[in-house]
């Protein structure tokens, strides 16, 4: 099915979905149809169990991928927490729609791990070509899909053989150190992710060089030959010239023009580290954020899809930002640690509050609806669900909550 011609790929898609209204399965309104983009694929809502799904015809290359994921998650628990937890986040944020220039699913998953390779004390997840390899490769050396080759089944076979092996044998390595309660990684995640989105639109250590990206192949930065005209490599670590970051283009950072989505997303990232408490620099203007399923407002940007892996589907576009003075070097796993917060620090929100601006409309599928009214109040909900039933921008219905909450400062 992978030879398809990328035609045939939109068809077959288009007809899986309206097989799926027909049965009963989704909602049409709840169908959103991403034919044009690199990869294309469908995403809606399985009316039963109110679970997102997103639909693509994948070839070996999706699989081998996906059954991968799957082994690094089996290393240590904190992976699969932290992503879900980062991807819910991140959907309420509109950061998560390769389609709309920010991070596709591939690239999310890519972050978290090497938020647990490099930032977390001590690591909780190997590099990667310590499942792939018996001993790190030569430099330059291909990896399994590079250059988009697809192994044969039985190269394939051996190949998922020997990564089970390593990776039972990384799960006794790895599987019992202690890491931080859930919460405090996906502050740890949101806080380092922002100085390192800072360091990258200000080039900075360790991003002074335009080859400089991000490896989970390697766990480290990396010198990466796949950048192109983005502003970050990560690279792929099936294919070392495949840039999973590659939406994020270098004309929305041009000098005197300071808005679009990298930007967008920096705001996100030291927004949340600030609503979590932790330091994320001095606040500044807010940037807006770019409207699903489109470039950000006066940018064009390359064509991008993401994978689908799951996770809330619901797309918001806060307004709120924060940015603040980059850093002379982003910090190493050693030095990672939030700073001591500032005296003055305000006060912590309550808990209402938080979870409205992290997940926003998010929280009305995920939280029984006893919870979610003791939660926000059961006019706010009530308000909430009809929003969303009446067809109302889930952005527009996020910040509905925090202004009813009194939480959008």
């Known amino acids: 099915m992978h030879n398809l011609h990328a035609r045939d790929h939109r068809v077959l898609l288009q007809r899986a979905a309206a097989q799926l209204v027909s049965d009963g399965v989704a909602a049409q309104r709840d169908v959103k149809y991403l034919l044009s983009a690199r990869i294309p694929l469908i995403k809606f809502v399985d009316l039963r169990s109110g679970i997102p799904v997103d639909l693509t015809l994948g070839g ?97 076979g051996m190949w998922m053989t020997e990564v089970r092996r390593r990776a039972e044998a990384a799960r006794a390595s790895y599987g019992e150190l202690p890491g931080l309660p859930l919460h405090e990684l996906f502050g740890e995640f949101v806080a380092s992710g922002g100085r390192m989105m800072r360091a990258l639109l200000a080039r900075e250590e360790p991003f002074d060089s335009k080859r400089t990206g991000i490896s989970v192949f390697h766990g480290d930065y990396r010198q990466c030959a796949g950048r192109g005209g983005a502003v970050v490599a990560v690279e792929d670590p099936f294919n070392s010239v495949d840039n999973t970051a590659r939406t994020f283009q270098a004309q929305c950072v041009r000098m005197k023009k300071r808005t679009g989505t990298p930007n967008y997303v920096l705001s996100v990232f030291e927004r949340t580290a600030q609503r979590l408490g932790l330091p994320a620099g001095p606040p500044a203007a807010a940037q807006p954020g770019p409207t699903a399923g489109a470039p950000a407002a006066e940018e064009t940007l390359s064509d991008g899809a993401g994978d689908g892996l799951g996770g809330g589907e619901r797309q918001t576009a806060t307004n709120a930002g924060t940015t603040c003075t980059a850093p002379d070097a982003l910090p190493s796993a050693s030095t990672d640690a939030p700073a001591q917060a500032d005296e003055q620090q305000r006060p912590l929100p309550p808990l209402s509050h938080t979870l409205a601006f992290l997940f926003g409309p998010e929280l009305l599928s995920r939280l029984p609806a006893g919870q979610c009214g003791e939660l926000l109040g059961p006019e706010l909900e009530a308000w909430a669900r009809a929003a969303l039933a009446e067809g109302r921008p889930a952005g527009e219905v996020h910040l509905g909550m925090l202004r009813r909450l009194g939480a959008e400062g």
Request: aromatic letters at 8%; charged letters at 20%; a neutral charge.
């Open 60 to 156: 070996p290359s999706t699989q081998v991928k996906a059954w991968s994921v799957s082994q690094v998650a089996s290393i240590h628990p904190a992976f699969g927490k932290l992503f879900r937890i980062v991807k819910l986040w991140a959907k309420a944020h509109s950061i998560n729609d390769g389609a709309s220039h920010t991070f596709n699913s591939w690239c999310l998953t890519l972050l978290v791990m090497f938020h647990l390779q490099r930032h977390t004390r001590p690591a909780l997840l190997p590099p990667l070509h310590a499942l792939f390899h018996d001993a790190p490769p030569e430099s330059g050396a291909p990896r399994l899909l590079e250059g988009g080759r697809e192994p044969d089944e039985e190269e394939l």
